[in-house]
Nanobody, 128 residues
Framework: QVQLVESGGGLVQPGGSLRLSCTGS????????VAWFRQAPGKERSGVSC???????FYSDSMKGRFTVSRDNAKNTVYLQMNALKPEDTAVYYC??????????????????????WGKGALVTVSA
């Protein structure tokens, strides 16, 4: 059974940092792209970042320069390092896996192209 588990969420002050982890089981991680999405209260889920199997990466515009996605296939884990966090980054963050990153060809932002597997999410709260 495939499982993706997010960890590392929590409460952080504006300007602070957090690192989320997405650990997979039941699948060979190195064959999958892994994307991060988030859903803020009252808003639709939106793409944050995605890393392909060859480690090419994609980010939504508002995350560029602040967030960094990376992967450690030996640990079946993808990381999302989030720096300079803002209150508007408050959301539940989900990781998802598929064969390739879905990307909006106009904006270059990650999109949900029908991801095969999803985690249950991790809450990130940015507040003073």
């Amino acid at each position: 059974q495939v499982q993706l588990v997010e960890s590392g969420g929590g409460l952080v002050q504006p300007g602070g940092s957090l690192r989320l982890s997405c650990t997979g089981s039941g699948l060979t991680f190195r064959y999958y792209a892994v994307a991060w999405f988030r859903q803020a209260p009252g808003k639709e889920r939106s793409g944050v970042s995605c890393i392909n199997t060859d480690s090419t990466t994609f980010y939504s515009d508002s995350m560029k320069g602040r967030f960094t996605v990376s992967r450690d296939n030996a640990k079946n884990t993808v990381y999302l390092q989030m720096n300079a966090l803002k209150p508007e980054d408050t959301a539940v963050y989900y990781c998802a896996a598929d064969r390739f990153c879905g990307v909006d060809h106009v904006s270059g932002s990650p999109v949900d192209n029908g991801m095969d597997y999803w985690g249950k999410g991790a809450l990130v709260t940015v507040s003073a």
